[in-house]
């Protein structure tokens, strides 16, 4: 493994990309990751260089050159190869309809987004994530208030929202044309917008009838394994389409949630569609499918700031956004911390397990300043200016990392041993697992362990922050979580 990792540092200038937890195809016998392994050099000369957060058993990184390479995808535990590639030990590119280099990327449960170095997003996966494509008169609806029904192809997941989806394979046709969606995107968004069914229909063309083909999806939410799926569903999966947004708005990062999509510009400005129905999308309204990119309001007042719970909001625009499985959180650049959506296990900081329709003030990080966020299925982390690490929600494997499995209803600072000297600078979080990154170079992980996710060479859960070692001693510089597994970036001593 050591000269494996040399020789991937030598390909890629020093660095080496690890992977661990679980990555079906990229590892012998498809068995979980259970440390820091290093990811096989491509066949492309052309390096690994940043690692994406998000994927259901599979790596996104991108290259050098600025390709998204993804791996590790399986095609009998619930993968589909629309959103993951094809089966594959080795990073290959994925086949996006641009030339345009990718420099930010982002996986979903069930999608997939990515961002042009000309400020494009590319999404693909499951239909109900990515906007409509080709809407017909009998497919579209409008949806009023809060008590508006899918628009979606019926499925358990829109009957029990509660519920979460993988996907299963099918290798894509290589002769479908790229889709762009449809939907344009209003000046200003109320909350209650026209939306349109979501299944993608492209019967005009064979190619894209073909791709389009129902799958297989599997749900793992509750805490089921990926060997062990408890529900089975149909539903319809889109090529990579190109999201329509107004002239002149350029993104500059994607994040990906359970079901929904956040998009913020280089001015500031988020957007979000998919699935709302807990609040996520930050609307205002539970609108279950949102079919088109929607300016998310978290300054309703730009006068004074102020949100629409009557707090005042620090800052004018947004510098950081993540989504987790139903909730979302943003960060002003004046270092506030705002969240949205399902509240059920506290995710939203709020103090109560009540759900946020709007970007709303997390009042109890006070006047601290946050430079950077992570959200996962059932909890949220934050960091500061000075290097502390914040979380809440759902702790039922030890995912905060504050001791016990107790739920945190509010923000809780870490105060855990093998921090106290330490500032983090990065953090990431899995479904059901976190990953901090040190100014120092070192990782730190804690929470769910069944697949090795933690990289501590077994399979025992953590409730409290435990080191990452690296075999040969590199530096990390770059850290992502996938649902069930860790990438890092690593500098070879």
């Not at 000309?118 to 693909?124: N, Q, R, S």
């Not at 990119?293 to 102020?306: A, H, V």
Request: aromatic share 6%; net charge negative; charged share 15%.
């Amino acid at each position: 493994m050591r000269d494996e990792a040399r020789n991937n540092a030598a390909a890629s200038g020093g660095c080496s990309v690890r992977m661990w937890g679980y990555l079906p195809a990229a590892s012998p016998q498809r068995a979980p990751l259970l440390q820091p392994t290093p990811v096989p050099v491509t066949p492309l000369n052309d390096p690994l260089k940043t690692v994406c957060n998000g994927g259901c058993g599979f790596g996104i990184a991108i290259s050098e050159s600025g390709k998204l390479n993804t791996w590790g995808s399986t095609t009998e535990l619930g993968q589909c190869y629309l959103i993951s590639g094809k089966q594959q030990e080795l990073p290959e590119p994925y086949p996006l309809p641009t030339e345009s280099p990718i420099v930010q990327a982002a996986g979903g449960w069930a999608h997939c987004a990515a961002v042009t170095g000309g400020g494009e997003v590319f999404t693909w996966g499951w239909s109900e994530c990515v906007p409509s494509i080709q809407p017909t008169p009998d497919e579209s609806e409008q949806v009023q208030g809060d008590d508006a029904s899918a628009c979606a192809p019926s499925t358990s997941l829109q009957s029990s929202p509660r519920n979460n989806a993988g996907a299963s394979h099918t290798k894509p046709s290589s002769h479908a044309p790229p889709l762009r969606n449809s939907g344009a995107l209003p000046g200003k968004q109320s909350g209650r917008q026209t939306h349109r069914n979501l299944t993608c229909k492209t019967t005009d063309s064979k190619g894209a009838e073909e791709i389009l083909k129902k799958r297989k999806i599997v749900s793992f939410e509750h805490g089921e394994s990926p060997e062990s799926p408890t529900a089975a569903e149909e539903n319809v999966f889109a090529p990579p389409c190109l999201v329509n947004l107004d002239p002149g708005i350029r993104i500059s990062i994607v994040a990906a949630g359970g079901r929904h999509t956040l998009a913020l510009s280089d001015v500031g400005h988020v957007w979000g569609w998919g699935y709302g129905g807990e609040g996520q999308l930050g609307l205002g309204t539970r609108m279950r499918i949102v079919s088109s990119p929607q300016l998310i309001p978290c300054f309703n007042s730009p006068e004074n700031g102020i949100s629409s719970s009557g707090a005042p909001i620090p800052g004018s625009s947004i510098k950081a956004i993540a989504c987790g499985g139903r909730h979302s959180a943003i960060v002003t650049d004046a270092g506030a911390l705002l969240t949205f959506g399902w509240g059920l296990y506290g995710q939203v900081g709020q103090g109560s397990n009540e759900d946020e329709l709007s970007p709303c003030l997390v009042s109890a990080m006070g006047g601290l300043q946050v430079t950077g966020i992570a959200a996962g299925l059932w909890h949220t982390l934050c960091i500061t200016d000075i290097g502390d690490v914040y979380a809440f929600g759902g702790n039922q494997f030890g995912q905060l990392g504050v001791g016990g499995n107790s739920a945190e209803m509010s923000p809780r600072l870490i105060d855990a041993p093998l921090l106290e000297d330490e500032s983090c600078v990065a953090v990431a979080c899995g479904a059901r697992h976190s990953v901090v990154l040190t100014g120092s170079g070192k990782i730190f992980a804690w929470g769910w362990n069944k697949y090795g996710q933690l990289g501590l060479g077994d399979n025992n859960n953590r409730d409290l922050p435990v080191q990452v070692t690296m075999n040969d001693g590199g530096r990390a510089a770059n850290i992502a979580c996938g649902w069930w597994h860790t990438l890092a970036t690593v500098h070879i001593k």
